[in-house]
Structure formats: C-alpha cells, structure tokens
C-alpha cells in the first residue's frame, strides 16, 4: 500500500480535531506524571501510552480514513451499423447482378470473413435500417429487408442516435436526404454501395406545371430530364390527357449525367380535371422504367364565362337582364336583340341603319360550342333557325353547356316546337290553352324544390327565405307551361292552381333553365322602389348563370385537393368548404366523405370539423398507385373528384451519389472507405482513435471495518487491565 | 293602387282593335294577337306643377306607328299620365317629361324619388318645346337635375354615343324647331338615364284627329320632321337596349357604315 492510496475524508473541521487530539496526549502526560510516584517510570509510561494510542485511534474516527483502490479499463466501442433501405437501394446493381441492397447485405454477413461478425469482435455493434425513419434491427432481420421505402432522413437519424453510439457506420448508394451541416457528436463512416459509372437512366426530374389552368389559354409546361449514360442520345417527350396524345417534343442528351430541360406548350379546351401525364420511353438498357413518366393533376377553368343571350325584341327584362350580366367581370357577354323582324319595313339605305345581320349559320353551326351559356329571351327562334340549328343547341347541352329559357309573349306556339329539339331539351310544356297570360298579376311562391337549389336559395333561413320571394312584386305576364318530370320547379306562381315560374333541369351533361315570364326585371325595379335595393334580382341572374355553368363556387360544397400529387402510405388530407348559405351549424353529421380506390372498392377515411364554420378536413391513406375517386355528400348536393396518387419511383433519382457519402463522413468527422480488401483494417484502425478508456476508483473506509474497531477496544482494555493488576484500580 | 290612367279611346284606336281582333282569329304570327295585344312599350308622361305639362298631346300615337312598322318593338299608343308621387313610376319604360314655361320645383320627396329612379335604372326624355336656352322650361329642368343629381350635369352627347345609332345612324336630330343640332345626357357610368332635348321632337311627330301634322319643321321642312322621328325611335331603343351598339360585335359594321 501506497500512502496515495490512503485518503482522508475528516467529518469535523481539521483544527477541532488537532485540539482534540492536544487533549489527549494533555491527559495522557498529566497521566504519566501522577502514575510515576507511585508504579514507576516504565510503568507509567506503558500505561500512558495504552491511553494515548486508543484516545488518538478513537480522535482518528473524525479524519474518516479510507483505501482507496485505482484499476483502469478499456471501453469496448459502440459502433452503429446504418444500412440504407431506401427505394433506391432496390435497383439492379452492376447490371443484374441482384441489388444494392444485397451488395450491401453481402458485404456484411458473407464472405471468409463476415464485416459484421468480424465487427461484433471489437465493437458493441447496434443495427439499424435506415428507411422512412431510423429503425434497430436485430441481425437475423437482415436478410428479411426490403429497398422499398421513401429516402431517408439521415440528419435526423444522427440526431436519433447522438449520444448512444461513439462511432456509425453508413451503408448507402447516397441518395438520402443529408442537411450538410457540420457534426461533432461522433464520426459517421460512410460505404459506398453501386456504381455510377455503369448506371443507365433517364428521369423526369421537375415538372413546373400551373394547378390551374383557363380554358383557351396557351400553358407551358417546364419539363427537367436528368440522364445518365446516354450522352448523344435524342428521346421525345411527351404530354398526353389520359390516352390522347396532346403535344410532344423530341429532345437531345448532352451530358452524362446532365440534365435537359424542355418546353411543351398546349392550350385546354375542356373545363374540369384533367389528368395529364408526362412520359419519355424507355430507353434500352435503362435500370429504372417508372420514373419516365410523371402524372399531374390540372384542373382547367374557364377565365371568363361566355354568355350568348339571343332576345326577341329590345324590352325592359333584355336591358336589365344584359346589364346586370355586362356588369359581371367574370361573364364574358355576347348578345343579340331582334331590333326588326322580316315584317318590319325600312325606310332607309343600308347605310342609315345600324343594325348587324344576325350571323345565325356563324353561331348556332360553328361557334355555339365555345359559349357556356345560351340564353334566348322571349325569342321566336322559329323564325330564324332551321332543325339543324336546332340540333346543333341539343347537341350543345347534351355535351355540357347551359341553356336559358326565357319567356315572354314571343315563345312560338306549342305545335312550332313540341317535336323540335328545343322542345325535347326544355322540362316544360306549353299548356296549349293561353300559351301567354297576362290578365292577371302574379306572384312567386318558393316550392320545396326551391329551398334547396342554389339559384333560389339566397339565405339560410328557411322562414327569411320563403317571405323574400314573397314580397318580390308581382309578374305582369307568365307563359303556361305544363311541368314534364324531368323538370323541378323552383318558382311557382301564386295563382290558386300554380304555374311554373322557374324551372330547371338536367339535360346529359348540360343543365337547362326556363323563367317562365319577362317580368323578372320588375324584381329589380320593384324592390328599388320599395327602398330595398337591388340585391335579390341581381343574386339571382347571377346564380342563374352560375348553375346554368356549374360554375364552383355555386356547387354545395368545394374540394381543395393538396397542390403536390401523393403517394402511397402518405395521409392525404383534402379541405371541405361548404357552400356560405349551407355553414351555419357546422355539423359535421351534415357532411359524409367516400373515397374510392382505384379498383373501385371504398376506403376508410377520416372527417373532423376545421376551424371555420362550414369548412371540414377530410383525410385517407392511399394503398395502390392510380386515380381514387372521392364523393362529398351533404344536405344540399354532392361533389365528386378525383386525385392522383403516383407509384413512389416516379422522380426517383436512384443514380448512386458518391460525392454526398464523402461530403457526409466529410461533415462528422469520419471517414469515406470504399469497399476493398483493407476495409476491417481501416474501420479498426479508425475506430482505435475514436477507443476509450477509464480508471475504476474502489474506496474501502477504515472505520467500517470491525478490526479497527477491537483495535480500539484492545488498547483501551489492555490499559484497564494494566492499571487493575497494579492495583490502580 | 295605380294612379295613372289611359286617355279615352279613339275611334280609330277602337277600329283598330276590331280588326286587330277580327285578324287575330285567322292568323298567328310574330305579331299575333297574343303578342301584339301586350305592349312592352309605352310612354309614360310626367304631370308636373305649373308651367305647361303637356305641349304636345297628340304626339304618341304616330311615333308609336313608326315604332311599330319600323322595329319589332310592339309599343302601346296610349300614354300614361303619372306623377313623381306614382307607386308605378319605377315600372315605367320611359319616363317622358315635356314643357316651355318654366314650373315649380319639385318637392324633397320628388327629387328623391326621381333621383332613386334615375340612379337604379329608370330612363328619363325630356324636352323643351319653347327652346328657348336658360328660360322657361330649360331654365327650370336644369334647375331641377342639379337638385337631383348634383354629381352629375347634363352633357352634349358625343357623335359616338350609343344614342345616335340604337336603331338608325342618326346625322340630324330634327324636330318641329333646329335649336341644337344635338342631345343632351347625363350619364351614370355607361348609361345615360337622361336624354333632353330642345328641339320640340315631339312637336314634330304630333298629328291631329284627322292625320295631319299639327305643326311645320322648319327651317327643314319634312326632313327635318323625318329626322325627328328617327331620333325619337333611337332614343326609344336605347332606353329599352343601353348600349347595346357599344358592343364590340357591332363596331366593325358601324364603323363601316360610317366610312371610318
């Protein structure tokens, strides 16, 4: 034993204890000095002593002496073993020779000497896969794992295992998601697994593509190709709308890698969803297929509605009706008045007059098609458009568009239209006995119908409502008509027997209106009188037109999907709105969501109310790659749409990146060892600069021992003993 | 309940509905008995205090003719005689105010009314049939828009406006007296709701009981009253179509009719 070895802990402030022990050998001396008379010198020497040493053993309790025992030890390194399983650690490696993920599986459990065996020897070795989100795997899960997860976050795994291991080693082809800032919690080694100079692919990389898009307006869509191994090469690319091809460009290779970026413009015709794909084919000796075509959701709206509002003669219900559609910016209005018939006489030369022909081939053969809406108004169209005009307006609403009937005392008479077109389209039906009233005023009274439907429904208030288009004034003219059963009558008159005032339709794609009067400009003008403004009328041509159009913002409820296209096992949320007139009590009950899969089954989804009244947030899991459908119920209508999810290798760049494994173990303070016959010695030899050792520190107090103690009593009772035989005591 | 009321028939009102009714029974047509027996115009003539309210009374039934052979406009040859105080006013196509001596202001609840009219739609032609400029009638009905719509102020209408070519490309406005060789407006964004005129159109289209104009056009003599009605007939077409002609369709066509 080593006095180094021997430490003192003292229990009371050091010069208590000197006073202390001062006291002692005081009485011990004062001892010695009345025991000499009468023992003797030796004897009362022997005596004192016996006192002094058990006195200052008993004084040395307060030092609390302890042994203090210093072993030093080596620290058996943890090492953490990340293993990439990322999608594309599932690609062919070295032409066909399995994947990366086996190369990487290889290099660990097979061979004369296993890495991860020869590892376990000096290193406390954790697993872990690196996929979605860092996981600990046991090595017998090894074999079992799949490249088939999203890129990992490897800044975030770091962050995961800070602390817990002194040393990682990375197994990955690179293309992981890496921060790139600097670490100094412990030094990563990084592996390289593949080989960029035997890879061959081309990707689309980035698509700039606008969500939305107007009807008639050119859009250009920027499209990013990344290749590899195909310097020289030309490739088309192409742009189609489902099956049908929309525009291509072809498009030349020049660096490998490199990228290219190509332009492809195109101008939509159709209103709605379009599901557009963009694809370039696959090339021969490509690793990856799938990620030569990307999918892409464009809803197409019309930049302004086109209204072509034919009238049969200029009147009060033409003007009010034309200004409050010319006052609409959203409404892009062509109209015509009959200003005269072929009965009329002109007294003047062609040049005095200001009147234009009515182009009637022009746009009832060949334009009619780019209008939403048609609106005749009081109009004897039997005067001026032949069957195939006719046909031609049949034709435009069974493909979508929107037809307003309106009336008046110029309708043609029952026989001129009942077995023409118009009639087949219209829900209604002259009632052959007046055709035209105007002997009595009338006023409107709201049908259960009418309660409902976004056109008549102005307010929320069932009771408001009703009395609302109660007190519109009265109708100085209404034409007869007779329902037919594909008409719902919004309106009706409040004679005694009630006649349809407005009536509405479905028509194929297209959606058909019949305002059974040419007073509704007494709607306007009659509330204004009242000094109660002009509101209602004009709020109900402009729900006309936007029904008439199903235009969204009058559907009962909107669907905003997510703006990035989604991807298997990703939650996909989508936001409910309902229409204003429809939110208040924002009860959830009211809303249903249905999602359907792309085989048709439906799926499980999740509804909660959102922070604003009427709004909601829908959200389901997507399991296969395709189109799934969605159907959002409510009280006051539905709405279907659709969404992409794309098969996750589409954009996947899976061309091993090397450079960002050295830039890694750059940034931590590892290492980049690629694979070679000297890998073990390396890691080894790194991991020794990274070993750590510790000195273990064993205190044994004295005081606690038991011989101390009787040492203590020893000399204390030898002296009690001396003093009884001389006759001291 | 309605204030204002049809003048007493004619012998030849009467005779013409008899016919009317007699044809109507044999034929249909775009001018039918259904459609013809509902006018969707009428002028309606403000009775006001004062002055001289009604300079012209014979004036409706030939412009209506006019109307009615020239344009597909089926127009009612009675006038209504209304006030500013008629519950009807705001259902009233065109609002017809005449006079040549100056008359009393209108009340604060006329100039209201005649302002929300105006304001929300309503179409007002008025002319002086005195013409003469800052008296009597002229005098008053400036005196009367400014209380009215003070905002605005009657404006010689441009060569270009709507007005000039609704229905006829109208070079002179005519009338029984040349005092302006143009109209007046005042307009409200794209809408003039206001038309004066002092050239006495009116005056010009009047007959009496046996189909005889009941005054002379001068200094133009019958081109003059022509023109008169020409104008008269834009002037209804407007107030039933706005500006209509100002839509881009119609611009190549007049434009070339203009030789621009």
């Known amino acids: 034993m080593k006095l180094d070895q021997i430490a003192v802990a003292p229990v009371f402030p050091m010069g208590i204890i000197l006073l202390l022990f001062l006291l002692g050998l005081f009485s011990s001396l004062v001892q010695y000095f009345i025991v000499r008379g009468r023992l003797g010198h030796v004897k009362a020497i022997s005596l004192s002593a016996l006192r002094l040493i058990g006195i200052s ?111 990682g080693l990375l197994l990955s082809d690179g293309t992981m998601g890496w921060d790139g ?30 969500a939305l898009a107007f009807r008639g307006k050119e859009l250009t869509v920027d499209i990013t190709l990344r290749s590899y191994g195909y310097s020289g090469l030309t490739v088309p690319v192409l742009l189609k709308d489902g099956n049908r091809l929309l525009t291509a460009k072809s498009t030349r290779i020049q660096n490998s890698p490199g990228e290219t970026t190509v332009s492809l413009s195109f101008t939509p015709e159709e209103v709605g969803e379009r599901n557009l794909s963009i694809s370039v084919p696959q090339q021969f000796g490509e690793e990856l297929g799938s990620n030569n075509t990307v999918s892409l959701s464009l809803k197409v709206v019309r930049d302004k509605i086109r209204v072509l509002m034919v009238s049969g003669n200029p009147s009060m219900n033409y003007r009010f009706m034309r200004t409050a559609l010319k006052n609409d910016p959203s409404i892009d209005l062509l109209s015509f008045v009959i200003l005269r018939t072929p009965s009329d006489i002109m007294n003047v030369p062609l040049q005095e007059q200001s009147l234009i022909p009515f ?230 009950s009211t809303v249903s969501l249905s999602v359907f899969s792309p085989d048709g089954s439906r799926m499980m989804t999740k509804l909660k109310s959102a922070q604003r009244p009427g709004e909601f947030l829908g959200s389901f899991v997507p399991e296969k790659a395709g189109m799934y459908k969605f159907r959002v119920e409510t009280p006051a209508g539905h709405l279907e749409e659709s969404i992409i999810i794309t098969r996750s290798l589409e954009r996947l760049d899976a061309a091993p990146d090397h450079e960002k494994l050295k830039e890694i173990s750059a940034s931590t303070g590892g290492k980049y060892l690629p694979r070679g016959e000297n890998l073990l010695r390396e890691i080894e030899e790194y991991a020794k600069r990274m070993e750590t050792r510790f000195i273990e520190e064993k205190r044994f107090s004295v005081w606690t021992t038991p011989f101390v103690l009787a040492l203590v009593l020893a000399f204390l009772g030898g002296e009690w003993y001396l003093r009884r035989r001389w006759g001291l005591i | 309940m309605r204030t204002s009321s049809f003048n007493h028939c004619s012998r030849r009102d009467f005779l013409s509905l008899g016919l009317s009714l007699t044809a109507g029974l044999f034929f249909s047509g775009p001018k039918s008995l259904l459609s013809a027996s509902f006018p969707h115009f009428f002028f309606a003539q403000l009775k006001y205090r004062g002055g001289e309210w009604d300079p012209n009374a014979n004036f409706v039934e030939p412009i209506i003719e006019e109307l009615e052979l020239r344009t597909s406009i089926d127009g009612l040859k009675q006038r209504r005689v209304t006030s500013l105080s008629d519950p009807d006013l705001f259902y009233y196509p065109l609002l017809y105010m005449a006079g040549r001596y100056e008359f009393e202001p209108f009340t604060a609840q006329e100039r209201e009314t005649l302002r929300r009219f105006l304001t929300y739609g309503g179409f007002l032609f008025a002319e002086d049939t005195l013409g003469a400029k800052g008296l009597g009638f002229d005098l008053a009905f400036r005196r009367e828009m400014k209380q009215v719509l003070p905002n605005y102020e009657l404006k010689r209408l441009p060569a270009d406006h709507s007005v000039y070519q609704s229905f006829y490309m109208i070079g002179s406005i005519g009338g029984r007296q040349r005092i302006n060789p143009y109209l007046e407006g005042l307009t409200i964004d794209n809408w003039t709701p206001v038309i004066y005129s002092q050239n006495d159109l009116s005056g010009a289209w009047a007959k009496d009981r046996f189909g005889k104009w009941v005054n002379e056009c001068v200094p133009g003599g019958e081109p003059q009253r022509s023109a008169a009605f020409k104008t008269g007939i834009n002037i209804i077409v407007y107030s039933l179509t706005s500006d209509y002609k100002k839509d881009v369709i119609h611009h190549p066509f007049i434009m070339r009719r203009k030789n621009i």
């Open chain 1, 181 to 210: 800032s600097q670490r100094t919690d412990f030094p990563l080694i990084t592996i390289p697994i593949g080989s960029l100079e035997r890879y061959k692919d081309i990707l689309i990389k980035e698509v700039k593509a606008p």
């Open chain 1, 359 to 588: 182009p009637v081939d022009t746009l009832f053969s060949n334009e009619l098609k780019n209008f939403d809406l048609l609106i005749f108004d009081n109009f004897r169209y039997t005067l001026f458009l032949n069957p195939l005009h006719l046909e031609s307006i049949k034709e435009f609403v069974r493909s979508g568009g929107g037809f307003a009937f309106i009336g008046g005392p110029n309708l043609p008479e029952e026989g001129r239209y009942r077995a023409t077109p118009i009639g087949e389209i219209l829900p209604l039906r002259l009632t052959g006995k007046e055709g035209y009233r105007r002997s009595s005023s009338s006023g409107v009274n709201l049908s259960r119908s009418g309660l409902t439907h976004p056109i008549t429904r102005l307010s929320s208030d069932e009771v408001d409502l009703s009395s609302f288009w109660r007190e519109m004034p009265f109708l100085d003219g209404i034409n007869l008509f007779e329902v037919k059963t594909s008409g719902s009558v919004l309106l009706e008159s409040s004679d005694e027997i009630p006649y349809p005032i407005l009536t509405v339709s479905d028509y194929r794609k297209g959606r058909v209106l019949v305002l059974a009067t040419d007073y509704s400009w007494k709607w306007y003008m009659g509330m204004v009188a009242k000094g109660k403004g002009n509101y209602g009328y004009l709020r109900f041509i402009d729900r006309m037109v936007r029904w008439l159009t199903k235009d969204p913002s009058l559907e009962p409820v909107q669907v905003t999907l997510p703006e990035k296209a989604g991807l298997i096992g990703q939650e996909m949320e989508v936001r409910i709105k309902l229409r204003e007139e429809d939110a208040t009590g924002n009860r959830r």
């Open chain 1, 57 to 167: 053993l008993l004084i040395s309790f307060a030092l609390n002496p302890s042994i203090v025992m210093r072993s030093e030890h080596r620290v058996t390194p943890s090492l953490a073993v990340i293993l990439d399983t990322s999608q594309s650690m599932g690609q062919s490696n070295y032409g066909g020779e399995g994947s990366r993920l086996d190369e990487a599986r290889s290099l660990l459990l097979q061979g004369p000497s296993p890495l991860l065996r020869s590892l376990s020897e000096n290193f406390e070795v954790r697993l872990y896969e690196l996929g979605d989100s860092l996981r600990a795997v046991g090595e017998e899960e090894l074999k079992g794992l799949k490249a088939s997860t999203s890129k990992g976050d490897l800044t975030r795994s770091l962050d995961q295992l800070s602390g817990k291991t002194s040393l």
